[in-house]
């Protein structure tokens, strides 16, 4: 089954919008396979935005992503990469749509709070990343046969 990686970034969990944002992706209906907060070495966020180095904005995302403790999440189901992306919304916040995280709790491209894998394959090097073996929760969950027919 598809996962995708999801990310509270520093300024979602100083700001206190942990629980709001879990709460969006488990009323959606997918399951939530692992869990945890991490305060990210630079090597690690260096790695995991290492198609971004050569911008400008590269230094500054990783003291931004080094700078506090970041929410880890693995996130299954069915288009889970795909649809998490249109939870999140735009990467500028300003034009994000109302209705989604960064469309309503944020407001700046370099304080957006969330990130989402942009592919299925990138949801899965990037889960790889950043869980070790045996941090990811095998189970099922009782509500998939009221989700899914
Ligand atoms: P992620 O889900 O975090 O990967 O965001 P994204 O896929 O919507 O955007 P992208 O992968 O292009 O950029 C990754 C992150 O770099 C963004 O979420 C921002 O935090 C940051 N970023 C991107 N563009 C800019 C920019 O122009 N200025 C600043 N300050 N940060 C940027
Ligand atoms: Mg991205």
Redesign the pocket.
């Known amino acids: 089954v598809e996962q995708s990686y999801i990310m509270i970034k520093p300024d979602g969990v100083q700001r206190g919008l942990v629980g709001e944002i879990i709460s969006r992706f488990e009323k959606k209906g997918f399951v939530l396979k692992g869990l945890k907060l991490f305060q990210c070495p630079k090597d690690l966020a260096q790695e995991h935005?290492k198609d971004?180095k050569e911008k400008p904005?590269f230094p500054?995302?990783i003291e931004y992503i080094t700078s506090g403790p970041v929410v880890c999440m693995a996130w299954e189901g069915d288009g889970v990469v795909a649809s998490a992306r249109k939870l999140?919304g735009a990467?500028n916040p300003l034009q994000a749509e109302p209705g989604t995280i960064r469309g309503d709790l944020a407001v700046q491209?370099?304080r957006?709070v969330v990130?989402?894998s942009?592919s299925p394959d990138n949801g899965k090097r990037e889960i790889a990343l950043w869980f070790k073996e045996g941090e990811l929760c095998e189970w099922e969950s009782v509500l998939t046969p009221w989700l899914v027919e």
Do not use: A, K
């Open positions: 935005y971004l904005f500054g995302l999140i990467t491209t370099g957006n990130h989402g942009d």
